[in-house]
């Protein structure tokens, strides 16, 4: 069966895979890519180190949320 | 330092207790639930993905090229936003589909082709050899690292390896090895779509050790041998500040475009991987698991990589910069520290991260050389044995063996000339090839077979160009003249500048080529050639799998079909005898069996399609294919299209459920048995909200005057389109569409042909529209159209064969309409002229009169319900009455009317009229003055007779000539007077005649049905026949007589009913 919800969670989840895509990649990251330290680390290294957890609770987050409103349907979306 | 035995009796050990934790698994199975039911399970083999590659590989990344080696993981954590419906979606076909392998994944969206699956295999086995390589190399060189000191190496493993063979060195040993656990794992059965229990187990334990191995070094170099990551960094920078490069991007060593490609490697690899299919799809116990996966998987990744950085500069650090042993930086920081057990610790955790990887991916690309290479070559030589699964699983663990051997092979012929990571980023490559084919199959349901197999094999060509080769001339194997100068000398065709295509590193070059080659031939392809209507089927499976099926089961029935018996033999031959009745017993459960315990025919599809399934799930689906179409063909049966008891309403197979719902409601309108225009209303209703159309129109013939008259229209009000007529010629569209009997489209109102109708179009703003003829019983009764305003190009061929079936369905419903109005309309007639019959003969006299010396009989028998014959006598006083008998032309109900109308005159008018011919001119007049618009015509005999003096006047009004029959004289006389039928002019003199009667003659007065009977040969019945009766029967009384004259003229015409009305009275003077 058709999850009513279906559309704009996979809109949600796309558009997080965009965002993602240009936070790490030219010309965002050319913002961090510098020699200066923040608490003795690198910039970029910092960033990433603290940008990679925050996007994979995001997804959890999401992934909570979006376990809620299927958890009716996951009982006949299970079988097949 | 630890010895070569304790390495190898600490290995040997620890895949004991793999073996263990997998057995455990399968017999846990058997007896409670599942360990594959545990989402933690899931999450943890999903990081079958983390190789030796990143256990070792990471490091020396790091080391060498600074940040670089972050993309691998990145992609996948961003990749995984997707997994909630993209992977799942792959889970949901796959289970549906029993599909085991991505060869069968790709194979089974464009048609189960055999061939495709056959690239895919190759494609696979050559893109993975680099990687299963990079395993060898990473166990065999870290078990030498381990066991053979630099200072004393006669104690080292080598010393143990030099009283072999000199061809067999470490890594094939480790080979050797894995490949057994291969077997053992992957291949005790044949059953491929069954999960492998044991070994998914073993890889999530492999997971879990990795996990702890690598934090535990991490953990001891940051903050054992360090003051955790800020004094590493400090004391990095302090030592060399000219490598602070390393953690910029952009730079010459790492630039946007290769950290680019790297992510979309990675993002790939992971999906596409063949052995990444086998965990995440093949071996997904539930739906669930993946939304627990999305975020644990990410996290696992990030938390392996969390110390890679610091091990990197750590090494460097006391390694005084030197990066050359950068990849075991791992391993040797802890030995070089005296630390041997923590090192042991992490050889285990490398030793489980390659062991992993090799095991699954040789039991996937087995399976898939098994079921994509050899079956399909079993079948074609049609070997014919009795039970085949026998020898596909040794097939199959022949197949493990052989694909590890492959990867030492590449190893022995490359492996020392790259790093870990450049060997696995060739499989990343090739992993990447198998995007275009698998997403668009996903989404995409245009995608067809030639066009993904001419984009993979494109693709897989630009690969082994731009990546395979330049990899060979770097080992030596082919000389660097390639790189040089091109190939055939052609500077164009250089492997790492291909057509001039400079200043990229050798990945992102690769991957722009080979996925722009596929990428093209695959999008053109797809657009420019036609899909079959199996494969149209399977991409609808594909990609509508979320959606509800429309199971087109009832089409299709299979001739001479085999029984359930015969399946079950053929499953037999290939999965074993005891798996096939399992399956069988599985499908029987839920269908029904009649009492002879055979299928109903509309089921037999079902389980071909059952068997089908259950065969890929062992044997791929292009096999299975080909064997259940070699079994039925053999046998003479097919699948043949069962014609649709709709007749009109066809349904093609690649309508969309949006169309089929359509055409479902217009069937319920139509079979609702709503009065016409009520169906009609609601099929434009239906029509218009649906595909928003502007304007629909219905039409229907007036076959008065020939036009197209509007019945029926939804949507704006225009007085041209909506409302007014059309006449029927070729000069507008709808006249067009209605006498070709074909549907008229104009996609694009820019472009019309008829100037008639182009100026009120484009007018009105029209940018579209189509009219389809009304058709039924193959002629058109009206027109159906539809008119956009606001897209152009609506009707598609598929929605124009859903506008032509609404079409259909407006025909049954208005032929529905026709046929009840007839049966009604005939139903009311019939009443209407039985009461008309039952008024007319109560108009007739009921009752003789009884008079002395006279006898009466008379008789009226209408040809139809109603007729214009008329007769009466009207008594005037005791001895004198009138006698009356009339015919009006027809025996319709004008005729009646008028029949009764002048029974009504005649009547009203006895009293002040006296004798005959003063009644004949009275009714003329009145004829005339009222009747002279009707075509009708009347004629009558009028007489009068005085009882006492037995004077018989009479007149006539072109009636003809009744007959006396004298009984003395024995003649027959004509009773003739002139007058001329009623109506024709104003004022006609009517003679009037009179005449004695004596006892015994008998007056005769008939209408001119009697005399005009005719028989077969068309022969009237005649006043002389007519003459003869009367003086043969002068004896008998008037009933008995016009009985006789009735016999006599059925005789003579042979019917017993009458073409005209028949009206006869007989007069008899009584002696």
Redo the contacts between chains.
């Keep these: 069966m058709k999850d009513p919800h279906g559309n704009s969670t996979k809109e949600a989840w796309i558009l997080c895979l965009i965002l993602g895509i240009i936070m790490i990649n030219f010309p965002f990251i050319h913002i961090f890519s510098n020699e200066d330290l923040i608490f003795g680390l690198p910039t970029l290294v910092l960033y990433f180190f603290v940008g990679w957890p925050a996007s994979i609770l995001v997804i959890w987050f999401f992934a909570r949320r979006n376990g809620a409103e299927d958890e009716n349907s996951s009982v006949d979306t299970g079988r097949e | 330092m630890i010895s070569a035995k304790t390495v190898l009796l600490i290995s040997l050990a620890y895949f004991a207790l793999l073996f263990l934790v997998a057995y455990c698994a399968g017999k846990r199975r058997e007896t409670k639930r599942s360990l594959l039911s545990n989402s933690y399970v899931y999450s943890f083999s999903l990081a079958i993905y983390c190789t030796s590659w990143t256990f070792y590989g990471s490091v020396g990344r790091a080391a060498t090229n600074g940040?670089e080696f972050?993309?691998i993981y990145?992609g996948p954590?961003?990749?995984?936003?997707?997994w909630?419906?993209f992977l799942r979606k792959m889970v949901?076909i796959s289970?549906?589909q029993n599909i085991v392998t991505i060869a069968d994944f790709i194979s089974s969206r464009y048609d189960r082709s055999a061939l495709l699956g056959a690239i895919v295999t190759l494609f696979s086995i050559f893109g993975i050899m680099p990687y299963i390589a990079l395993q060898l190399k990473a166990i065999a060189h870290s078990i030498d690292l381990l066991s053979t000191p630099l200072t004393a190496p006669e104690l080292g493993f080598y010393a143990l390896s030099n009283k072999l063979p000199p061809y067999i060195d470490t890594a094939f040993i480790v080979a050797l090895v894995l490949a057994l656990f291969g077997v053992l794992f992957g291949a005790r059965h044949l059953d491929s779509s069954e999960r492998h229990e044991g070994l998914v187990v073993a890889v999530a334990f492999e997971s879990l050790v990795k996990l702890v191995a690598f934090i535990a070094v991490g953990i001891f170099v940051t903050y054992g041998l360090f003051d955790g990551?800020?004094?590493i960094?400090?004391r990095f920078?302090e030592q060399f500040p000219e490598r602070?490069e390393l953690?910029?991007?952009?730079t010459e060593q790492t630039p946007?475009t290769k950290?680019?490609t790297l992510?979309i490697l990675s993002m790939m690899a992971i999906m596409f991987l063949p052995r990444q299919f086998h965990i995440m799809i093949t071996e997904n116990a539930?739906?669930?698991h993946i939304?627990?996966a999305?975020?644990r998987f990410?996290?696992y990744m990030?938390l392996i990589n969390?110390f890679v950085?610091p091990i990197a500069l750590g090494g460097m650090i006391l390694n005084g910069g030197d990066t050359s042993q950068a990849d075991f930086f791992v391993l040797t920081l802890p030995l070089s520290a005296g630390h041997p057990w923590l090192a042991l610790l992490v050889f285990i955790g490398g030793l489980s991260a390659s062991a992993g990887m090799v095991m699954v991916s040789s039991v996937t690309i087995s399976t898939m050389i098994l079921n994509h290479l050899v079956m399909p070559c079993i079948l074609r030589l049609k070997l014919n044995r009795q039970d085949f699964s026998g020898v596909l699983v040794n097939l199959k663990r022949f197949g493990i063996v052989g694909v590890v051997f492959l990867g030492y092979f590449y190893f022995r012929l490359i492996g020392d000339s790259y790093a870990l990571v450049n060997m696995g980023l060739i499989s990343f490559m090739a992993a990447t090839q198998f995007a275009p084919s698998v997403i668009g199959g996903l989404y995409w349901k245009r995608a067809n077979r030639k066009a993904a197999t001419v984009g993979l094999s494109l693709g897989f060509l630009l690969w082994f160009y731009t990546l395979l080769i330049p990899s060979f001339v770097r080992s030596g194997w082919i000389s660097a003249d390639i790189l040089q100068n091109g190939l055939f000398n052609i500077a164009l065709l250089k492997p790492l500048e291909l057509f001039g295509l400079k200043d990229f590193d050798i990945y992102t070059h690769s991957l722009f080529w080979s996925l722009l080659f596929n990428l093209a031939a695959y999008l053109s392809l797809s657009f420019f050639t036609q899909q079959t209507e199996s494969e149209a089927q399977q991409a609808n499976e594909f990609v509508d799998v979320?959606?509800?099926q429309v199971q087109p089961t009832q089409l299709k029935r299979i001739s001479k079909a085999p029984t359930i018996m015969e399946f079950v033999e053929l499953m037999s031959k290939f999965i074993g005898e005891k798996p096939a009745h399992a399956a069988i017993t599985d499908f029987l459960s839920d269908h029904e069996v009649d009492a002879r315990g055979s299928l109903p025919d509309h089921e037999i599809p079902q389980l071909k399609i059952f068997t089908e399934r259950t065969l890929a799930g062992h044997v791929g689906a292009a096999p299975a294919r080909i064997i259940l179409e070699n079994y039925l063909s053999t046998r003479g049966s097919e699948m043949e299209n069962v014609f649709d008891i709709f007749g009109t309403v066809t349904i093609s197979h690649a309508a969309s459920r949006e169309q089929l719902s359509v055409l479902y409601d217009a069937s319920q309108i139509v079979s609702s048995g709503v009065k016409l225009q009520e169906t009609l209303d609601n099929i434009l209703e239906l029509l218009a909200q649906q595909f928003k159309f502007d304007l629909c129109v219905i039409r229907f013939l007036e076959e008065s005057n020939m036009t197209l008259v509007v019945k029926s229209q939804n949507g704006m009000t225009s007085d041209h389109f909506g409302q007014s007529e059309r006449n029927l010629n070729m000069e507008t569209y709808i006249g067009q569409a209605f006498l070709s009997n074909a549907t008229t489209v104009v996609n694009d109102t820019d472009f019309l042909d008829k100037p008639a109708s182009a100026q009120i179009i484009q007018r009105e703003g029209i940018t579209c529209f189509a009219h389809t003829p009304i058709v039924v019983d193959g002629e058109s009764v009206g027109i159906l159209s539809a008119f956009s305003r606001s897209v152009k190009g609506i009707f598609t061929s598929e929605f124009i064969a859903l506008f032509e079936n609404l079409a259909g369905q407006v025909g049954i419903a208005w032929r529905n309409d026709k046929q009840l109005y007839e049966l009604l309309h005939a139903r009311e007639q019939e009443r209407e002229l039985q009461i008309a019959k039952d008024i007319q003969m109560s108009l007739l006299p009921s009752e003789i009169p009884q008079l002395q010396q006279i006898a009466f009989a008379g008789l009226c028998v209408p040809a139809h319900h109603i007729g214009g014959d008329y007769y009466d006598f009207i008594p005037r006083d005791a001895d004198s009455f009138d006698l009356v008998i009339a015919d009006v032309s027809g025996h319709n109900l004008g005729s009646a009317l008028i029949m009764a109308e002048t029974r009504t005159f005649i009547h009203a008018l006895l009293d002040s009229i006296e004798t005959p011919a003063e009644m004949l001119h009275a009714l003329n007049r009145f004829f005339y003055n009222n009747m002279s618009c009707s075509d009708l015509f009347v004629t009558m005999f009028y007489l009068q007779y005085h009882v006492n003096t037995r004077t018989l006047s009479y007149t006539s009004a072109g009636h003809n000539n009744p007959l006396l029959w004298r009984c003395r004289q024995k003649n027959l006389v004509l009773l003739d007077a002139e007058g001329l039928i009623f109506g024709i002019r104003q004022d006609v003199d009517f003679e009037q005649k009179a005449t004695k009667l004596e006892p015994g003659d008998t007056l005769l007065l008939y209408t001119d049905g009697i005399i005009e009977a005719e028989d077969s040969s068309g022969e009237f019945f005649g006043i002389e026949r007519l003459g003869k009766l009367i003086e043969e029967c002068d004896h008998m009384p008037p009933q008995e007589l016009i009985d006789r004259i009735m016999d006599q003229v059925r005789i003579f015409t042979g019917l017993r009913h009458f073409n005209d009305d028949i009206t006869l009275v007989v007069m008899k003077v009584i002696e």
Aim: hydrophobic residues 55%.
């Design positions: 940040l972050l993309p990145l954590t961003l990749i995984a936003f997707t909630w419906f949901r289970k549906q990551f800020a004094d960094f400090q920078f602070r953690f910029r991007l952009g946007y950290w680019f992510i539930d739906e669930n939304k627990k999305m975020w990410p996290a990030f969390l950085i979320f959606g509800e």
